[in-house]
């Protein structure tokens, strides 16, 4: 899979509109909730998305195949993220919206109830410190191996093991009453 | 294995991040000690607490993006126009400059004509050492006159 991606970044170098197309495809709805797990709010993780992918196309002559495109991709959200957070003093905002609205068979108290844990989970993750959050979201959400949310965020996988401990540790604390 | 190190463990062991060797021997301490057992046990249920959070879903798509390329590229080329940028901020500086001094000129305050003293001392008849105190006073009544005489107006 790397390879194919990588294979779609050399075309879209040379000018294959259609590859670049590929990958935003594949990988656009992966930017949006790293950066939406990392913020809290839908319409700001969508504009980061987009503009790493503005950025990744016009610097796409200068991609080198040695690094995967996924953790390329990651590295550019988490800086897009990081500044984002700095121009923002509150992370967190929005409420959970209607995603299952259209669900009828689901029961609404089983429904609330879930929308409630999916809210208290959420306000847990977006009170952690800026690291420990991105720990979290590449480790839990993304399914990333250590090494490669260690390379994704510029740091050893000993400094990411010692982050998601904390972020571990202040999450048991934080939704204790939660846990059954 | 202690206590400690297996906690250090129990994190990359939920996670499947711990290599088989380590694995063996962490779940022989796991099965031995029962606090190490239930923080292994909290964790567990922590991955799948937070794992509920639901991802969201993009409303954009491919021509979003190329809209926002299409964006990227208008402003970056009204900032390359082909004028050195020590040379626009040196022909920011001046237009300031003569902008603030044209101001400060147009805004001196014309200062109304009043007589002076020995303008009015002429003008009434009087010598000039004599009777100054008197053309004073006079300027004076003559300057309270007109202001009111303006404010009538």
Known sequence: ?180 | MNCKKAERLIVRYVDGELSSPLVDRLEVHLSACSPCRLKYEEFKRLSKLIAQWEPTRPALGYEALRERIRQRERVRSISALPVPRWAAAILSLISIGIGFTAGIRSERPVRPHTASVNQVASIIGLSQHDDLVEAAILTGFRNVISEKSGAKR
């Open chain 1, 1 to 180: 899979m790397a390879d194919y991606d990588a294979e779609l970044m050399k075309r879209a170098a040379l000018g294959d509109e259609d590859a670049f197309a590929t990958l935003f495809n594949r990988y656009y709805a992966r930017a949006v909730n790293v950066a939406y797990r990392f913020l809290g709010n839908r319409d700001a993780a969508e504009d980061i998305a987009m503009d790493a992918f503005a950025r990744i196309y016009e610097g796409r002559c200068a991609f080198r195949a040695a690094s995967k495109f996924s953790t390329y991709l990651y590295r550019v959200v988490i800086n897009l993220c990081l500044n984002a957070a700095k121009r923002r003093s509150v992370v967190r905002e929005e409420a959970l919206s209607d995603q299952h609205e259209s669900d009828s068979q689901v029961d609404l108290a089983a429904r609330a109830q879930s929308k409630e844990i999916s809210t208290l989970v959420r306000d847990a993750i977006l009170r952690l410190p800026a690291n420990q959050r991105l720990a979290i979201v590449l480790i839990t959400y993304e399914e990333l191996s250590y090494k490669a949310a260690a390379e994704a965020m510029g740091i050893s996988v000993k400094a990411l093991e010692s982050l998601l401990h904390r972020a571990k540790t202040n999450l048991r604390k934080a939704l204790a009453d939660y846990m059954g």
